[in-house]
């Protein structure tokens, strides 16, 4: 995708800002908005405006759009301004209030995970926040479902500017892994690409050390998981790399599992 707004949903945590710095670096390199959005009590309550245009200034967003929505259907809000704009970016930050939540990501992550038809950015809790990026790593698994993320990377990378890098795990059943010809074939599809990483291990474990060893990358993966449980929250190794990996992750929902 090509953002040209980046929507940033906030609540009244200060953990919800840390979005807004990676929203900021990716309107700088795509030449996009940026949207603030957050909840309100009532229809008239202008201190939620108050706040928005407060963290605006203190993290010097430049002429941003406020929107402000119910506070009873922040995730329905997200989904309805996405919705009506194909070439919005939504970019949050994840809650984990506990280990249930830990595993949904939060309530609001998780319905717009589940919900969401076109990709956005997740902020976890050990995401390193950066002015810029350099790097798009592209994590695939061989699968249908995985690969689904490509073309949206590809026009991601392109408007943003970053050097895309293939990343294969190889667990024994990744066709990419062996099959050098093939990855060339998808990297030919990008502007600007560096040689593919082929890893071995665990999937979640890999793919969280390869944001580690690329500290000015953002990571992108589709969400997929391997049971009913990952299919109604998100893909137990995306869920691991939000969680755990140091890079914001640039994600899409399967058409299989929307």
């Given at each position: 995708m090509s953002p040209q707004t980046i929507l940033v949903p906030l609540d009244t945590s200060e953990t919800s800002t840390r979005s807004i710095r990676v929203a900021k670096a990716l309107s700088r390199a795509a030449a996009a908005d940026i949207t603030l959005m957050t909840t309100r009590v009532v229809d008239d309550d202008s201190s939620a405006l108050l706040r928005l245009e407060k963290v605006a200034e203190q993290h010097n967003v430049i002429a941003p759009k406020f929107v402000t929505v119910s506070h009873w259907i922040p995730a329905e809000a997200i989904l309805d301004l996405a919705s009506d704009d194909p070439e919005m970016l939504v970019c949050m930050t994840t809650?984990?209030?506990?280990?249930?939540?830990?595993?949904?990501?939060?309530?609001?992550?998780?319905t717009v995970i589940h919900s969401m038809r076109q990709p956005f950015v997740l902020v976890g809790p050990s995401c390193q926040t950066l002015d810029s990026y350099?790097?798009?790593?592209?994590?695939?698994?061989?699968?249908?479902?995985?690969a689904?993320?490509?073309?949206f990377a590809i026009e991601f990378a392109a408007a943003t500017g970053l050097r895309a890098q293939l990343v294969i795990v190889d667990d024994g059943h990744n066709v990419l892994a062996k099959n050098e010809s093939l990855r060339m074939e998808i990297e030919a599809d990008f502007v600007e690409v560096e040689p593919a990483l082929v890893l071995q291990g665990d999937p979640g474990e890999a793919l969280v050390e390869a944001t580690r060893a690329t500290p000015n990358a953002i990571i992108a993966m589709a969400t997929h998981g391997h049971n009913a449980m990952a299919r109604l929250v998100v893909g137990s190794v995306?869920?691991?790399?939000?969680?755990?990996?140091?890079?914001?992750v640039f994600t899409v929902r399967p058409k299989a599992l929307a």
């Open positions: 809650h984990s209030r506990s280990p249930a939540a830990a595993l949904a990501l939060g309530s609001v992550t998780s350099a790097t798009l790593l592209v994590a695939l698994d061989g699968s249908e479902h995985s689904e993320i490509l073309p995306t869920s691991c790399v939000v969680q755990r990996g140091i890079a914001p």
